[in-house]
């Protein structure tokens, strides 16, 4: 019996983007400059991809006739109940459109890198939903070069009429709080805001101004602590303010993750809520009716919210008109167990 050697199989096969971008040790990012002439790449990098590309070659992906039945869903920051409010709302839209969500996270960035662009464009989704975060203009012109829609769910900054977004009446949200504190009879009302570059921020902070301006209650700077939406805040900020020669009666966080923040401090301190504390919340996030006391907040509705976004790419990626380009849900007060008229 003869045994004849089979030939070495071939590596010649051309490479795709990502191979060579393994290969060179770099983001695909990068490799698709080079591969498409662009410039704002090192010599020394561009030498080697050119030199892995003459060697093995490069396989251009075919490009989908079509896009995928995706929805793009990307957050600034997997964290809390947030997101999973957003996403059982997108969720459902998608089902009863046979299609699939992709979620994606930039790692508490409020705007993309170039890889999560790139990525993107080679997935090719229906649309994309960002969610608490901002595309550059060069992002979104791309996005909409490749007939992309997109769609900003709670927006950080005002999107004006470029691109179609889904909000909530936070001014009114602030107002509502505020006021039901005021009615309760507190005047030193402190409140912890969300980062100064978020329109949700700066819509509360606002609503909390009028609510004391109507009411003619003097607005005290050493009762506006700003914060970044995270529980530390809540921490933090209460235990300086319960420091102060006249420390606050009541405290207005402006989401329930600071809420609890507050509570934490308030029991450190061997304070009690409500009687020595009142505290409002925002969001209503289930798990604050659990809460002890359960938390009184401002009721978003979020799953509605990331629904109506969702439907909202779903009728632009198939090529129709949006009757509306912005749509802003109303905000509600949901009075618990975590607010009482101050101790005289």
């Not at 050119?50 to 920051?77: D, K, N, T, Y």
Request: aromatic share 4%; proline share 8%; with cysteine.
């Amino acid at each position: 019996m003869t045994v004849v050697d089979e030939p070495p199989a071939s590596d010649s096969e051309p490479l795709t983007l990502a191979q060579l971008a393994e290969l060179a040790g770099v983001s695909k990012a990068t490799v698709s400059k080079v591969v498409n002439g662009r410039s704002a790449v090192a010599p020394e990098t561009r030498a080697l991809i050119e030199g892995l590309i003459r060697e093995h070659g490069f396989r251009r992906q075919r490009r989908r006739s079509s896009p995928a039945a995706v929805l793009e869903l990307v957050f600034h920051e997997l964290a809390g109940d947030y997101p999973t409010e957003i996403a059982r709302g997108v969720g459902q839209v998608a089902r009863d459109h046979h299609m699939a969500v992709a979620i994606s996270e930039l790692q508490g960035n409020h705007v993309p890198g170039a890889d999560w662009l790139e990525d993107v464009l080679g997935r090719r989704p229906a649309g994309v939903i960002a969610v608490f975060s901002s595309l550059t203009d060069v992002q979104r012109e791309r996005l909409a070069t490749h007939k992309i829609p997109l769609v900003l769910l709670d927006p950080t900054g005002d999107p004006g009429h470029r691109v179609p977004s889904v909000g909530a009446g936070n001014w009114n949200g602030g107002l509502t709080a505020t006021r039901h504190l005021l009615e309760l009879g507190h005047q030193r009302i402190a409140i912890i805001t969300g980062p100064p570059h978020a329109l949700s921020s700066r819509a509360r902070l606002d609503g909390y101004r009028a609510a004391l301006d109507t009411a003619g209650a003097p607005v005290d700077p050493d009762l506006i602590c700003q914060g970044d939406y995270q529980i530390e805040d809540g921490l933090t900020h209460t235990h300086r303010l319960l420091r102060l020669s006249d420390p606050p009666t009541a405290v207005f966080a402006s989401n329930d993750g600071q809420a609890i923040g507050v509570y934490h401090a308030a029991h450190q301190l061997g304070l009690r809520i409500p009687e020595d504390l009142s505290v409002v919340g925002f969001d209503d996030m289930p798990p604050t009716r659990w809460a002890i006391p359960p938390l009184t907040t401002v009721h978003q509705p979020l799953t509605e919210m990331a629904g109506a976004a969702a439907s909202m790419l779903v009728t632009l990626s198939r090529g129709e008109p949006l009757p509306h380009h912005r749509k802003e849900f109303a905000t509600t007060l949901v009075v618990r167990e975590s607010t009482a008229p101050p101790k005289h």
